[in-house]
C-alpha cells in the first residue's frame, strides 16, 4: 500500500514486522496441512500467545499484556485471517473472543491461576451464546440456569462453538430471569463439570483448520461462583464483547481482500493470453484499481474506528457498519480474484477459491450482516423522530 497513515507508529510497525516474519516461518508453510488435517498443532497456540497476541486487555498479574491497543488487535486479526486460511484465526480465536468476560467477572484465584494459561495458549476457552434455535435474537436465549443448594444447575444446548471441541473452560450465556434481555447471566464452566458433554457440529464449508461444538448441558452442575458478572444484566457484557470479535473480523476480511490482490496479481502477471500477460490487458488491470479501492477504504475506516476506540470511545454503530462494508467488499474482491485466475480460482487449493468459502462465514458470524445494519440504525438513531 502507498498510503500513508498518521496512526502507524513505529512500534505498531514493529509488532507487525514481528508477526509477518512469525506467520511466514511458522504458519503459511503449513497451513494447507492443517486445513487438511482438520486442526491447528497445540504448539502453535503456545508460540502464538508468548508473542503476546491473546493478552489485549488483560492485566499483566493475569498473563496479559498489562494494555489494550485495538490497533495492535486490528493487526493481528488481518495477518492472522489473511495467512492463506482464515480458518486460522478461527482455530486459535476461542479465546480470543472469550477472555473479555473472563478478565471483567471471572473470581479472583480463576484470574491468577487459570486465565494465564489460557493467554499463554496452553489451554483453551470458547464463548458460548448461540443455540440450536436461534444466534441472531440473543436475547431470547433458551439455555437454563437455576439454583440448586449453594450452586447452579445448567440445561440447555448451544452450537456453532468456535474451539468449543479442545477447550477447557467456556463462558456461557444462560438464562436466570424471565423472558428477554433482562433474564440472561453469564457463566464460567469447565469442561470436567458433571452434566457436560460436547460433539463436533461435523464438516463445514470452509473454516476446516478450526472446530466449531455443539456443547449440551444435561443437570450440569455448577458451583456459586460460575455465575461472573451481575445476576440478569449478562445481555450487556454479550453484547459489549461483540464489538471486540466484530472489530477483529472486520480486520480478517482485509487480510483476506490483500490475499485476494497479492495472489491474483502473481498470477496476471505470470499468465499470457492472446500474446500477453494478462495484466497487460486493460479490463485485468482495471480490476486491480477496483480491488485495491475496496482495501484502501476498509483500512481507513478500521483506523478511524481503531483511534476512536483509543479515545475511550466505543463506536458500536461505527463497527457494525465497518464489518458489513468489509464482508460486502471481501465478496466483490474474492469473486474479481477468482475471474483473474479463470479456470485455475475453482480448483482447491487455489488461495483464492479457499477465501471464496470463507466469505460466508464473515458475513454470518458474530453478528449477520442484516443484524448489524439493524443495530447501527438503532445505534445512530435514525428510527427516532
Ligand atoms: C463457523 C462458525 C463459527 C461460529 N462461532 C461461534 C462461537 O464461537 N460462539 C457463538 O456463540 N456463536 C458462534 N457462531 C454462531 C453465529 O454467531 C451465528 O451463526 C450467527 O449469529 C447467526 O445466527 P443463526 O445462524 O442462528 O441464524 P439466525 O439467527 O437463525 O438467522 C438466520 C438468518 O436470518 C437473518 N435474520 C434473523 N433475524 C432477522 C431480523 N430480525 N431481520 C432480518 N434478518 C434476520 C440473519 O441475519 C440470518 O441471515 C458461529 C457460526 C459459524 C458459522
Not at 190 to 212: L, N, V, Y
Not at 215 to 230: N, R, S, T
Request: charged share 25%.
Amino acid at each position: 500500500m502507498t498510503l500513508k497513515s498518521p496512526f502507524m507508529t513505529p512500534e505498531r510497525a514493529e509488532f507487525r514486522a514481528n508477526l509477518e516474519r512469525f506467520f511466514a516461518a511458522e504458519v503459511r508453510p503449513n497451513v494447507e496441512t492443517w486445513e487438511a488435517e482438520r486442526h491447528v498443532p497445540h504448539d502453535i497456540h503456545e508460540k502464538l500467545g508468548a508473542l503476546g497476541v491473546f493478552g489485549f486487555g488483560v492485566p499483566e498479574e493475569y498473563g496479559g499484556l498489562g494494555f489494550d491497543d485495538p490497533f495492535l488487535r486490528c493487526d493481528y486479526g488481518e495477518i492472522s485471517s489473511g495467512c492463506g486460511a482464515s480458518g486460522f484465526a478461527a482455530a486459535v480465536g476461542g479465546r480470543v473472543i472469550s477472555v473479555g468476560p473472563m478478565v471483567r467477572f471471572a473470581p479472583e484465584a480463576f484470574k491468577r491461576e487459570v486465565l494465564p494459561e489460557i493467554i499463554a495458549g496452553r489451554i483453551g476457552s470458547a464463548l458460548a451464546i448461540t443455540e440450536p434455535g436461534g444466534g441472531s435474537d440473543v436475547a431470547n436465549l433458551q439455555t437454563r440456569a437455576e439454583r440448586r443448594g449453594n450452586g447452579w444447575v445448567l440445561n440447555g444446548c448451544k452450537t456453532f462453538i468456535t474451539g468449543g471441541v479442545e477447550a477447557d473452560w467456556f463462558v456461557v450465556g444462560a438464562r436466570t430471569g424471565g423472558p428477554g434481555l433482562a433474564g440472561i447471566s453469564l457463566f464460567l464452566v469447565p469442561a470436567e463439570a458433571p452434566g457436560f458433554t460436547r460433539t463436533s457440529i461435523g464438516d463445514k464449508m470452509g473454516w476446516h483448520c478450526s472446530d466449531q461444538a455443539t456443547l449440551y448441558f444435561d443437570d450440569c452442575e455448577l458451583p456459586a461462583e460460575a455465575l461472573i458478572g451481575p445476576e440478569n444484566k449478562g445481555f450487556l457484557a454479550i453484547m459489549g464483547n461483540f464489538n471486540y470479535e466484530r472489530l477483529g473480523m472486520t480486520a480478517g476480511c482485509l487480510g483476506m481482500m490483500r490475499l485476494c490482490f497479492t495472489s491474483a496479481l502473481d498470477w496476471a502477471r505470470e499468465r499470457r493470453t492472446f500474446g500477453k500477460r494478462l495484466i497487460d490487458h486493460q479490463v485485468i488491470a482495471h480490476k486491480f484499481a477496483e480491488i485495491s479501492a475496496r482495501i484502501d477504504l476498509t483500512e481507513a475506516y478500521l483506523e478511524r474506528i481503531c483511534w476512536t476506540m483509543a479515545q475511550g470511545d466505543m463506536p458500536v454503530a461505527e463497527i457494525c457498519k465497518a464489518k458489513v462494508q468489509a464482508t460486502k467488499a471481501l465478496e466483490f474482491v474474492a469473486s474479481e480474484a477468482m475471474q483473474i485466475f479463470g479456470g485455475a480460482a475453482y480448483l482447491r487449493g487455489n488461495p483464492v477459491e479457499r477465501v471464496w468459502r470463507e466469505i460466508k462465514v464473515m458475513a454470518i458470524g458474530g453478528g449477520s450482516e442484516e443484524i448489524l445494519r439493524d443495530l447501527a440504525v438503532r445505534q445512530m438513531g435514525v428510527l427516532e423522530g
